[in-house]
């Protein structure tokens, strides 16, 4: 069975810019996580959705969002990029809310 | 503002040592606690889990011991090898389902 997969891996926008990362979850998994690894605040959880419903929320601002389609796959977009988003983003799928997350390898994030 | 804090952040141990990461909890909404083990380059890969009605469960060389009144739970690798190197983080998912990390400990297994 396939992992969880994300695209792209790497990325290098500028500050103010806005950028959009993809997740495609493990087959049959209905639950998407996002969350922002940094080595000063470590992992941090963004959103969560089933469904193409947000059930969970992280304490992180409105630039920040993201929206699930139909089969289960995940954006999330940044807008008006900051220095301080730089970062790896990384999804987790599970079958659904609550139960273990699988991550995939994560989209490292560089602003410039 | 972490509400599972792990310790040590780093450790070097020699080949068939033991590992030792301890992590703290306060919040007595979270009832699962699982383990992930990261290699630079990749994501978060699940380790091992407890409930907090179990005081320890063992999978293989990894053994996570849970003491519930004193809301704290450890990992212990056992004989430890090189490919365990690794970043180690702990984790507690609320009932509300948020999962919350500890800031992670560097494992380093020496020859």
């Known amino acids: 069975k396939a992992g969880v997969t994300q695209t792209p891996r790497y990325l290098i926008k500028t500050r103010g810019q806005q950028v959009t990362l993809s997740c495609s979850p493990i087959?049959?998994?209905?639950?998407v996580s996002w969350y922002q690894q940094t080595p000063g605040q470590g992992l941090q959880f963004l959103f969560e959705?089933?469904?193409?419903?947000?059930?969970n929320k992280g304490n992180f601002p409105g630039r920040f969002s993201g929206r699930q389609f139909s089969n289960s796959r995940s954006e999330m977009n940044v807008s008006t990029l900051e220095l301080g988003d730089s970062a790896l983003y990384l999804c987790a799928s599970s079958i659904g809310t609550g139960d273990e997350q699988y991550f995939g390898p994560g989209t490292r994030l560089t602003v410039t | 503002q972490q509400q599972v804090k792990q310790s040590p952040q780093s450790l070097i141990v020699q080949k068939g040592g033991i590992s030792i990461i301890n992590c703290a909890y306060e919040?007595?909404?979270?009832?699962?606690f699982p383990w992930y083990q990261q290699f630079p380059g990749k994501g978060p890969a699940l380790l091992i889990a407890?409930?907090?009605?179990?005081s320890e469960k063992k999978e293989g060389r990894f053994t996570i011991s849970f003491n519930k009144s004193a809301k704290q739970f450890s990992l212990h690798i056992m004989d430890s090898q090189p490919g365990d190197s690794a970043t180690y983080f702990c984790a507690a998912i609320s009932n509300d389902y948020k999962l919350s990390f500890g800031a992670g400990t560097t494992v380093t297994v020496r020859a």
């Open positions: 087959s049959g998994h209905r639950s």
């Open positions: 919040n007595t909404a979270f009832d699962y």
């Open positions: 959705y089933f469904s193409e419903t947000q059930r």
């Open positions: 407890i409930r907090p009605d179990v």
